[in-house]
């Protein structure tokens, strides 16, 4: 069975500071993998979606990383704001199933 | 408007109650999925169906039941509600090109 972690579970950062953000999975075989990030009590907003055959995607201040042979991606944010707070989660797609299994989420907090 | 909506946002009913949650998408998507979100616990699959005559058990079933009335519209249900279903419910869809996963702003549930 699949298992995503998210590490850190929690993370507060000074305004302006990069930071990263890592998601693991367990299990390779996978189809994609996906960031989403949700603001309390809201739905979840799709950041980036990176097909399995890829190595990154960027999108503005974010870029997304995938090594599906050590089960790792990461989420950088570049010259973080106080509106990027919000949780972040990762979630990969199976090859062998029709699940997205969903990570914990990383609870960031950008201070002006 | 919204791609994927669902109503009501926000519920509170009492433990024996049966309880329906709508979801909507106008995104022309096949696929469609209802999560839940506990504290804690992220979010996990309850139902998902590929089409309107395909419905299929997540990981989390029992005490629910779907029913996809049309491509466009995929409803949850809860027959008997108990206090341990309060929880946050997104429905979802998915892209038939890149299985992106695309959320509706969820419902609150509470069941007293």
């Known amino acids: 069975k699949q298992e995503v972690t998210q590490i850190p579970a929690a993370l507060s950062v000074p305004e302006g500071e990069n930071l990263v953000l890592n998601c693991s999975f367990t299990d390779s075989a996978i189809y994609n993998l996906q960031w989403f990030r949700q603001d309390p009590g809201k739905g979840l907003t799709s950041l980036l979606l990176?097909?399995?055959?890829?190595r990154e995607q960027t999108s503005g201040r974010l870029n997304a990383s995938l090594d599906k042979s050590s089960g790792r991606s990461t989420l950088y944010i570049a010259a973080s704001q106080p509106g990027d707070s919000a949780t972040y989660l990762c979630?990969?797609?199976?090859?062998?199933?029709?699940?997205?299994?969903f990570g914990g989420g990383t609870r960031l907090m950008v201070k002006p | 408007d919204a791609d994927v909506t669902q109503t009501p946002r926000n519920r509170i009913t009492k433990t024996g109650k049966r309880i329906m949650l709508e979801c909507s998408q106008t995104?022309?998507?096949?696929?469609m999925y209802w999560y839940r979100q506990d504290p804690g616990l992220g979010l996990r699959l309850i139902y998902y169906?590929?089409?309107?005559?395909?419905?299929n058990k997540g990981e989390i079933s029992d005490g629910y039941s779907v029913s996809r009335q049309a491509q466009a519209k995929f409803s949850l249900s809860l027959e008997s509600a108990i206090p341990n279903q309060t929880a946050l419910y997104f429905c979802?869809?998915?892209?038939?090109?890149?299985?992106?996963?695309?959320f509706g702003p969820g419902t609150r549930l509470t069941v007293l």
């Open positions: 990176i097909q399995s055959s890829q």
């Open positions: 979802a869809t998915r892209a038939d090109v890149n299985n992106e996963q695309f």
């Open positions: 169906s590929f089409d309107v005559k395909d419905i």
């Open positions: 979630a990969v797609y199976n090859n062998a199933g029709n699940m997205l299994t």
């Open positions: 995104k022309g998507h096949d696929r």
